[in-house]
């Protein structure tokens, strides 16, 4: 079957560096994605991978290895803006579909 | 403006009831989604509509009936619901089909008495 595996909840202080991980099982894969959603609010997207490495965008920062199926999203100078639920979801170019993991909930403490 | 939009925002309805949520994108973009969300749950693709054409339908109930009048707006028509339907609803639209990066409305919070 297909899935993306990622802790239900981290909880971290303002200002420190968190790392979200993100395991993934799918029978297709183009590239992992990040979407952030505060309660309430819509999934906004992050952050795009398909090729293995870091990408930097600001304080948030998105890995890829595509051997060892991993990833993760780093969030650095944490603001309590930062408070939301993180989505990975795989792009699967078979069938032109994200998949998609359970979130995250970031949980920041002053 | 807000790029999609989703109205209602909240909805309760009985297992009966008969009632439609509405999605309409301003960014131009030739593909819609329909999407549930539950609780710790990952989000479920329900329906994907490509230039106004369904493309995917992923196995969803037909208590659930999508329209996709015009590449600008997307409607769920939703009749005899069952209580576990109850979930958040998403709207999302990308520029095609085969883009990555999806544009969500707010969603629309359906319970179902």
């Known amino acids: 079957g297909q899935s993306l595996e990622q802790p239900s909840e981290v909880t971290a202080v303002e200002g420190a560096i968190v790392q979200i991980n993100c395991t993934y099982q799918?029978?297709?894969?183009?590239?992992l994605s990040w979407y952030q959603q505060h309660d309430g609010g819509a999934p906004t997207f992050l952050s795009y991978?398909?090729l293995d490495g870091l990408e930097e965008t600001g304080r948030f920062s998105s890995f890829l290895s595509r051997s060892d199926s991993y990833g993760y999203l780093l969030l650095q100078e944490l603001q309590m803006k930062d408070s939301a639920s993180y989505f990975c979801a795989v792009w699967e170019d078979s069938n032109y579909q994200l998949i998609w993991g359970a979130g995250t909930k970031l949980i920041i403490k002053p | 403006e807000t790029g999609v939009t989703q109205t209602p925002r909240h909805l309760v309805m009985g297992m009966t009831n008969k009632k439609s949520l509405k999605c309409e994108q301003h960014?131009?973009?030739?593909?819609m989604y329909w999407y549930k969300q539950s609780a710790k749950k990952p989000l479920e693709l329900m329906f994907v509509?490509?230039?106004?054409?369904?493309?995917e339908n992923n196995s969803v109930p037909s208590r659930f009936s999508p329209e996709c009048p015009n590449s600008s707006h997307l409607f769920l028509h939703l009749h005899t619901l069952q209580p576990e339907d109850s979930a958040l609803y998403l709207c999302?639209?990308?520029?095609?089909?085969?883009?990555?990066?999806?544009?969500f409305g707010p969603g629309t919070r359906l319970t179902v008495t």
């Open positions: 509509y490509s230039l106004e054409e369904r493309v």
């Open positions: 991978n398909a």
């Open positions: 999302a639209s990308s520029p095609d089909r085969s883009s990555y990066e999806q544009y």
């Open positions: 960014l131009g973009h030739n593909a």
């Open positions: 799918t029978s297709g894969f183009y590239g």
